[in-house]
Nanobody, 116 residues
Framework: VQLQASGGGLVQAGGSLRLSCTASGISFSTNHITWYRQAPGNQRDLVAVISSGDSTNYADSVKGRFTISRDDAKNTVYLQMNSLKPEDTAVYYC???????????WGQGTQVTVSS
């Protein structure tokens, strides 16, 4: 099983980025997918989650700015990030949780840097 997170980069405050999380070896349709982020010296925090049934939940700090969505045909989950702020700077990780076996699979992180 491999998860690949991509789409990070350097953007000015107020800009947008779209992160992608793509998997091989598992089917996203039977997984909850969660985006986390970790800034230097901080713990890894939940950003957004989308369930296998397409319900979503967001951290208060990103509500109204970030949108998580899934395309099961492409086995990909997206995190659309708008109105980015310098405090959004972090390494972003995706995690898949198999709802049948309750296994967790992590992708490598992708760096997001927001300049002021």
């Amino acid at each position: 099983v491999q998860l690949q997170a991509s789409g990070g980069g350097l953007v000015q405050a107020g800009g947008s980025l779209r992160l992608s999380c793509t998997a091989s070896g598992i089917s996203f349709s039977t997984n909850h997918i969660t985006w986390y982020r970790q800034a230097p010296g901080n713990q890894r925090d939940l950003v957004a989650v989308i369930s296998s049934g397409d319900s979503t939940n967001y951290a208060d700090s990103v509500k109204g700015r970030f949108t998580i969505s899934r395309d099961d045909a492409k086995n990909t989950v997206y995190l659309q990030m708008n109105s980015l702020k310098p405090e959004d700077t972090a390494v972003y990780y995706c995690k898949a949780t198999d709802v049948i076996r309750w296994n967790d699979y992590w992708g490598q992180g992708t760096q997001v840097t927001v300049s002021s």
